[in-house]
């Protein structure tokens, strides 16, 4: 038996409940570990409170990435002993395999050595944000010298990710964020330049900064009419990529990415996990990237398991800078 956290029903951060549950040795191909820090994301507060792509089926486990011990590993798994110190690269399913505990198995091909240098905190803090911003930057849109991106939610992990990721290529990472309150916070993570998109002209002031060209990425975890602001803030024949629906309202297709050439695309980061070519590049670079020191994961606070849903109110609370950790 092990200390899980499940919900029995969807809701607030109350709903989560840390219990004993029997946790099976790990099947063919599968990695159990002992968990001592898991990261926090976004899409699991949607998730348990069933607003998210998936619907959780009852009772749910929840959690996507995690930092541990080796304890067993199933059948046919080469590379992996009890002891080895690893961290998870986010599986599919947010239900299906469950971060949020003492105990976690899950699938080898989704399990990495990481550098010592990491503490478990910091490897509970990386894969999630850094696989998601390399996949959209990198893999997909090429990003490199010279190149503006504009960074909207850039305090959330994902967006610091993908500041850290524009200056490891040379790129200009904008980061954009509702009000002034984490400007200097942000220009410390690395923007190069920051808008409060609530206090100034989004468009402008990209359009300034680029000498009126305008961002030849533009990586949006918002949407909602938020997009036709992005849509003039891109250069002609940019991307920008729809990641996340923070924003509560329909998202349009803007006209002015009609006649200036722009794509909207959808994104996910399954993308890249579940295609073994780019994920091994993901891991090459986001290992050479930690190593070097030009990646590392921002951590704005810690809570201990117990305090499951203090961690989720505190997601919510839009306050951090950074990614949320939970140490077990
Ligand atoms: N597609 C994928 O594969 C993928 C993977 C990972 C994450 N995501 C998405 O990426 C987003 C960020 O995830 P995360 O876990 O890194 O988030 P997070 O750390 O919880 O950060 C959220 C930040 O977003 C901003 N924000 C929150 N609600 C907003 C709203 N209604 N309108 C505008 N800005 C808002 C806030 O920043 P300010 O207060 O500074 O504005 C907040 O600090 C989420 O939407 C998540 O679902 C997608």
Redesign the pocket.
């Known amino acids: 038996m092990s200390r899980i956290v499940r919900f029995h029903e969807v809701g607030g951060p109350d709903v989560l409940r840390l219990e004993e549950v029997e946790t099976p040795p790990p099947g063919p191909g599968e990695v159990r570990l002992a968990v001592k820090a898991l990261g926090?994301?976004?899409?699991?507060?949607?998730f348990r409170s069933g607003r998210?792509l998936e619907q959780p089926v009852l009772p749910s486990r929840l959690g996507?990435e995690a930092a541990g011990i080796v304890q067993d590993v199933g059948e046919g798994v080469s590379g992996f002993a009890p002891g080895d110190v690893v961290s998870v690269v986010?599986p599919v399913g947010l239900g299906k395999y469950g971060m949020y505990g003492e105990v976690a198995t899950v699938p080898a091909q989704f399990v990495v050595k990481h550098p010592p240098s990491l503490s478990f905190v910091d490897a509970a803090a990386t894969w999630?944000?850094y696989?998601?911003a390399y996949?959209?930057l990198i893999e997909i849109a090429a990003v490199t010298k010279g190149d503006a991106v504009l960074i909207?939610?850039?305090?959330?992990?994902?967006?610091?990710?993908a500041i850290q990721i524009a200056n490891l290529v040379g790129a200009i990472p904008i980061a954009?964020?509702?009000?002034s309150?984490?400007r200097d916070a942000?220009l410390a993570a690395g923007a190069a330049h920051v808008v409060a998109?609530a206090e100034e002209d989004l468009a402008a002031r990209v359009r300034a900064i680029t000498g009126g060209t305008g961002a030849r990425v533009v990586f949006d975890?918002?949407g909602?009419p938020?997009v036709e602001v992005l849509a003039h803030a891109t250069a002609r024949e940019g991307i920008i990529f729809q990641?996340?629906?923070?924003?509560?309202d329909p998202t349009p297709f803007p006209r002015v990415a009609l006649g200036n050439a722009i794509a909207m695309r959808?994104?996910?980061?399954?993308?890249i996990t579940t295609d073994p070519r780019r994920l091994e590049a993901a891991k090459r670079f986001i290992v050479d990237g930690l190593a070097s020191g030009a990646l590392h994961p921002i951590v704005?606070k810690t809570f201990p398991l117990e305090a499951i849903a203090d961690a989720h109110r505190y997601?919510?609370s839009?306050?951090?800078?950074?990614?949320?950790v939970v140490t077990v």
């Open positions: 926090l994301n976004r899409a699991e507060a949607a998210y996507y986010p999630m944000q696989v998601t996949g959209a909207t939610a850039a305090s959330s992990s994902v967006g610091l990710a954009a964020t509702r009000t309150a984490k942000l998109t975890p918002i909602g938020g990641y996340g629906a923070l924003s509560p959808g994104y996910i980061y399954s993308e704005a997601l919510e839009n306050q951090q800078v950074g990614k949320i």
